[in-house]
């Protein structure tokens, strides 16, 4: 890549912000170059966090109709999945499944709920609630 | 210490990192030569470690290599300590910062609020350096941001203290004495041999074998659901190749300026022809991103074929430079 190629589109996924990379200069040297991105990078970007977005809208929507626990809903908020939240929590897996439906969520003893919230970065109250 | 402490732009968090701690202490040395001298470059495709359902792809070596790494080559005195606790590591900074220390940290991106929003995946081996505390907000050095940000107290806990795959355990390093100056040409023509070693290996994952084998996988890829499931795949590489830490085309030319570095540095003209060499294959790299995302977009029909030929062709490219690589750091007569 030469320095006049380096991409310069403005990517919203870097918020402004700047990334360095490297790249040819005229004299054959490589050196570093600040880039605003590049609209390949967007795009995969975007495509992983809106892939969370969605599921995060589904198990809200789940979670309004009862079918689910608004832990579903908080866990891929919060950007995690059941692997991750049952390694953040230190519980099996099987377990994190069960509080993610309704009933299971229901019988949680404070304690735990205490302990998904601080995963996930909320209070316990906030855990209840599908905002 | 504020003062005295020079904040550089980087590429690559942790390359980023050790440059910036090397120069603090006396030894100036580019990111470039970091990453080089380290032997970060590499290729892992490791179908066993899932993100959100998605395999792994690395172009690097695993996180903190190169800071081991540089410390055994470069016999450097470096310290590092883990916390149980989290109150006991942030006690131990600011111990450390109040003696007027550069202290390097393992956080997870996920929790450091001036990160992007949008580039806050729960990836827990981003390194940052902390030059300073003023009362609850740390100064900290961002390797990969253009400036110095703050960050405040409770939030760099959070960040020290994530949990998950390579937890950083509050992971803090620092370095007590001057380096002492180094051998550019006996360190390089040792990085050479081990890089080349590790992507021309014959195992199966690992370097242009795992080249291959990932192209397999994108070839095989199902499309019965329309796409979605394979476009994800597809981003996923993607997106570890040139958006977050692990830079594919990047790193090929990071990769390629340590080359001419070390070049200049020794006089041994070869490594020049292969950094050019190397430039043209990042610039591969960046067009199998480019053939991708339009796939992703649907402006070209979806075919995995089509890039499972592209990976295929890098992986010769790379091969063969890789080979040269060996022939010239094995001719190279000190």
């Avoid at chain 2, 550069?102 to 609020?113: A, D, I, K, M, Y």
Wanted: proline share 5%.
């Amino acid at each position: 890549m030469r320095e006049r190629d380096v991409p310069q589109e403005g990517n919203r996924t870097l918020a402004g912000h700047r990334k360095a990379v490297y790249a040819v200069a005229d004299d054959g040297k490589l050196r570093l170059v600040p880039s605003r991105g590049w609209e390949v990078e967007e795009i995969v970007t975007r495509q992983a966090v809106e892939d969370l977005e969605r599921r995060a809208m589904q198990a809200r929507a789940r979670a309004l109709a009862g079918e689910s626990s608004p832990l579903e809903y908080h866990m891929y908020r919060a950007r995690m999945d059941v692997d991750l939240l049952s390694q953040v929590t230190g519980l099996w897996r099987w377990r994190v499944r069960r509080h993610l439906k309704p009933a299971g969520y229901a019988r949680l003893p404070a304690a735990l709920k205490l302990r998904y919230a601080e995963a996930l970065g909320i209070s316990s109250e906030a855990l209840d609630r599908v905002d | 210490m504020p003062d005295s402490f020079v904040h550089a732009h980087a590429s690559h968090c942790e390359s980023g990192v050790m440059s910036s701690l090397l120069r603090h202490h006396g030894l100036p040395m580019s990111e470039a030569m970091v990453f080089g001298l380290a032997s970060a470059l590499s290729f892992a495709y490791l179908p066993f470690v899932r993100i959100n359902g998605l395999p792994l792809v690395s172009y690097r070596m695993p996180p903190r290599a190169i800071i081991k790494g540089l410390a055994r080559s470069l016999r450097l005195d470096i310290r590092f300590e883990t916390f149980r606790s989290p109150s006991a590591g942030m006690e131990r900074l600011d111990a450390l910062l109040a003696s007027g220390t550069l202290v390097g940290l393992q956080t997870s991106v996920f929790w450091l609020p001036y990160f992007p929003p949008d580039l806050r995946f729960h990836f827990n081996a981003h390194n940052v350096l902390v030059y300073g505390r003023e009362r609850d907000d740390y100064l900290v050095s961002d390797p990969v941001g253009e400036t110095t940000v703050r960050c405040a107290r409770a939030d760099l806990e959070r960040a020290r203290f994530a949990k998950g795959v390579l937890a950083p355990k509050g992971l803090l390093y620092f370095m007590t004495t001057t380096p002492p100056a180094p051998d550019w040409a006996g360190l390089g023509q040792r990085a050479l041999a081990r890089t080349a070693r590790i992507m021309l290996a014959p195992l199966p994952l690992v370097g242009v074998v795992g080249m291959r084998m990932l192209a397999r996988q994108i070839e095989r890829l199902p499309l019965a659901d329309g796409g979605e499931s394979a476009r994800l795949y597809i981003g996923n590489i993607v997106r570890m190749q040139e958006e977050i830490g692990t830079g594919g085309g990047g790193f090929r030319f990071l990769y390629a300026s340590f080359l001419q570095e070390l070049s200049a540095k020794t006089g041994y003209a070869v490594l020049e022809g292969l950094a050019g060499r190397l430039v043209e294959i990042g610039d591969r790299w960046r067009e199998f991103a480019l053939a991708s995302a339009r796939m992703i977009r649907g402006r070209d029909a979806l075919s995995p074929p089509v890039l499972a030929e592209r990976l295929r062709a890098l992986a010769v490219d790379e091969k063969l430079f890789f080979q040269n690589l060996n022939r010239a750091q094995r001719a190279w007569a000190r």
